[in-house]
């Protein structure tokens, strides 16, 4: 039975280049929307530019731009890069759409009749230059803690320290360099924490995450137990200037970027179906439309595509997900992606330095499945399992027979049948139930088990050395026949990881392009090819060095910048104070035996609403359990992190801050470069021993 499935990826940000790290999710998805495509089911895979929000009316203006010109650039370079690794969106629009401001303006109406929009005054940091209220990220100072200088308006990277950007010392625009002053301003609230949304996503999110566990725990823990309340109403809104879409009957006041990019894949859909009167736009957005509808996104985003997402559907009238799938991130050679070290590679210069986009298709292929751990693109492991595998195993079928069919039998294949051929073709529905599974890796290690036994056959039966007998054409036409039809096989399991080699195969065997369902036949005998030519090449290292230069940054350090006007005794201070920081001086074994280092298991770990930076702890140290407010949140999901084993410091005077009562500091180390790593015992530690 056909099934009528819209499938989305999150948007990505006009403000920055496609990357390795985006590719996973997008290969991803591409695989499934490839799958069931040649299941035969009408399958649409939408996506857009998210082209809202301050960053990208900023850099438009540091341009000397209008915001539409820079979205209209990176919309062409965000299309070439997915195009270039063979991503077939159905549609690739942009969130700064009438459609998408059609679906804002309904949903937001349709909240706010159901009693869930609130106006509520906020008090912000305004720029008097610029004329702008200023997000977080936008304002800097000195911490109210410990003094530090340069530090971002949430947070201290330099003591840990929480706190609203009101608080911060001598603070500036990070944009016009101007002293902000404190201002009031209406803004629109979702009721998230209304009962009405608690309860209904209490149901829901175990509905939308039921394929994964983790996700459902992270959710429930979010949403708190049963009579909890542990969510927070949602700003909507930001006040002009910004680009983006103005709320109805609201004048000055803008639609924050979240909310509209997700409504951005209806807008797309609308946007799809102009064009293809096939697709009834109703029957994907309205509840029982007998449709299905699946995000692919990061983990990071877990938060916002199944609780602010569902619940404003669903209040709206509107249809929710049937799932959401959600992934971990991408590694490079077991760290995070490093501009230094050229690990920070773009789409764009993988596809300049002619790296064949099928290979990294084909790599995360065989790392990914259904769950939402990190994967790691080793990169000698890429190199190896490339070689191996594609060109080793798979095409090395077909480049030892082909030639003989050729040369020997005008190009007809012989009839055949063999049990080692209704092994394949019966492979072909466990297969598929790995697919839909997004078990991409058990499916790929299912097909390469085929490809060893593809090999063995051939290796046994040596064409090479029946061609050289006389009276053996027959045996060799069989043998040759058979491998062919068993390369035809494995091509057709592996088309939704490898489209453009498939489409290779299907014009060298002069064949139609390949459904799911032709596996449950075979060539006939008589059935003529077309000359072989080769498939596939090996990578070499020299590549990958390569490519891994063309993304190397330079370590030369940069010219420090001008301080903003009228700070630069404030800079002369930051130096200094830097300075001591790094001044090397010795302490005693008595100095050090006052500090408390204990061991201690992370019980919970979960984002803290408002703070960029933190992430809150519950650690258990055997005999107690210790909150504590870690500065992390650029390093570490915290669905990765429950159970870990760490080392903190439990004689720490405890803080206060703004979201609570910090009990103790985690370790963790962190150098020049990026990246923060948190402190881990041996296994066999166990929690409360003393560090010593």
């Not at 439309?289 to 619940?311: C, N, Q, R, S």
């Not at 046994?460 to 054409?473: I, M, R, S, V, Y």
């Not at 500090?595 to 979960?606: G, Y």
């Not at 990765?640 to 370790?667: C, Q």
């Amino acid at each position: 039975m056909s099934r009528n499935i819209l499938v989305t990826s999150a948007l990505p940000y006009a403000n920055g280049a496609i990357h390795l790290g985006h590719l996973v999710e997008y290969i991803q998805t591409d695989i499934w929307v490839r799958f069931h495509k040649m299941r035969g089911h009408a399958c649409w895979y939408l996506c857009a530019d998210d082209t809202h929000g301050t960053p990208i009316m900023l850099r438009a203006d540091k341009e000397g731009i209008a915001p539409e010109a820079l979205i209209a650039r990176v919309h062409k370079e965000h299309s070439r890069d997915f195009a270039g690794f063979h991503v077939a969106f159905d549609n690739y629009h942009s969130t700064h759409s009438e459609e998408t401001r059609f679906f804002a303006n309904d949903i937001y109406g349709k909240l706010k009749a159901a009693g869930l929009i609130e106006v509520r005054a906020v008090e912000q940091f305004f720029d008097p230059v610029k004329e702008m209220f200023l997000p977080d990220r936008y304002i800097k100072g000195e911490c109210p803690k410990c003094g530090t200088a340069d530090q971002y308006g949430d947070s201290c990277e330099s003591c840990g320290a929480a706190y609203a950007p009101t608080d911060l010392k001598n603070p500036l625009s990070a944009v016009s360099g101007a002293t902000p002053v404190r201002k009031s301003s209406d803004h629109y609230f979702f009721k998230l924490s209304d009962r009405r949304c608690q309860e209904f996503l209490r149901k829901a999110t175990r509905e939308v995450c039921k394929t994964q566990p983790e996700a459902v725990n992270k959710l429930q823990e979010w949403l708190g137990e049963p009579g909890e309340n542990r969510l927070t109403d949602w700003d909507i809104s930001r006040d002009a200037p910004y680009f983006g879409f103005e709320i109805p009957d609201a004048p000055g006041k803008y639609f924050y970027v979240w909310l509209d990019a997700p409504i951005g894949y209806f807008g797309s859909l609308k946007h799809l179906a102009a064009r293809r009167p096939e697709i009834d736009v109703a029957a994907f957005t309205h509840p029982d439309g007998g449709t299905e509808m699946y995000h692919f996104v990061g983990k990071d985003i877990l938060y916002f595509h199944a609780l602010f997402w569902p619940a404003e559907l669903a209040h709206a009238g509107y249809r929710i997900p049937t799932a959401v799938f959600a992934h971990g991130f991408l590694t490079v050679d077991g760290q995070k992606m490093s501009k230094s070290r050229g690990t920070f590679i773009t789409a764009e210069s993988y596809l300049k330095q002619g790296l064949n986009p099928e290979w990294l298709r084909y790599y995360y292929a065989a790392k990914l499945n259904a769950t939402m751990e990190d994967i790691d693109l080793n990169l000698d492991d890429f190199i190896a399992r490339v070689n191996s595998d594609l060109v080793g195993k798979f095409v090395n079928i077909a480049s030892r027979c082909a030639g003989f069919i050729h040369k020997r039998f005008g190009g007809a294949l012989a009839a055949t049948a063999s049990d080692l051929l209704a092994d394949a073709q019966a492979a072909g529905e466990p297969i598929a139930a790995l697919y839909e599974a997004r078990e991409y890796g058990k499916a790929v290690r299912e097909i390469m088990a085929l490809a060893d036994r593809a090999n063995q056959f051939v290796n046994d039966h040596a064409p090479w050395e029946l061609a050289k007998h006389e009276g053996k054409e027959a045996e060799l036409h069989r043998v040759c026949s058979e491998a062919l039809n068993l390369f035809r096989l494995l091509t057709i399991f592996m088309k939704p990881v490898l489209p453009r080699l498939a489409a290779e195969v299907e014009a060298f065997l002069k064949v139609a392009p390949f459904a799911w369902a032709d596996a449950a036949a075979l060539l006939p005998g008589g059935h003529r090819i077309g000359e072989y030519k080769h498939l596939a090449t090996r990578v070499e290292r020299k590549q990958i060095d390569a490519l891994l230069e063309a993304n190397r940054e330079s370590l030369a350090p940069a010219p420090a910048p001008a301080p903003p006007p009228h700070s630069q005794q404030r800079h002369a201070e930051h130096q200094q104070h830097a300075e001591e920081k790094t001044a090397v001086s010795h302490i005693s074994i008595d100095e050090f035996s006052k500090v408390d280092l204990r061991i201690a298991r992370i019980a919970n770990a979960e984002h803290v609403e408002g703070a960029e930076k933190l992430i809150k702890l519950t650690l258990d140290l055997g005999t107690e359990t210790r909150t504590v407010f870690a500065g992390i949140k650029s390093a570490y999901d915290p669905a990765t992190l429950a159970g870990r084993l760490t080392v903190m410091v439990a004689n720490l005077a405890p803080r206060k801050m703004k979201f609570g009562l910090s009990e103790g500091m985690v370790l963790a180390a962190s150098g020049e470069g990026s990246g923060i790593f948190l402190l881990s015992p041996d296994s066999g530690a166990q929690p409360g021993m003393k560090v010593k």
